[in-house]
């Protein structure tokens, strides 16, 4: 089971009640953070695919 927990200036992401992410809290319309170690493999296997990725520019 994955359990996050928000707080006012980060977030915690827990598996199994154990914690595998901790990340800076990005508040405001249309913000995003990306960690491109979550899309390596993807990009790896379908390098195309970069082209038109959203966050390309980030």
């Known amino acids: 089971m994955v359990d ?6 980060h977030v ?4 199994k009640g154990h ?3 901790s990340m800076e809290r990005i508040r405001g319309k249309g913000k995003a953070r990306i ?5 390596i493999g993807s990009l790896v296997r379908k390098p195309g695919a970069f082209a ?4 390309r520019e980030q």
């Open 35 to 39: 960690d491109y170690r979550h899309i």
């Open 12 to 15: 915690e992401v827990y598996y």
């Open 4 to 9: 996050v927990r928000l707080y006012p200036d």
């Open 52 to 55: 038109r990725y959203r966050f």
């Open 19 to 21: 914690l595998v992410e």
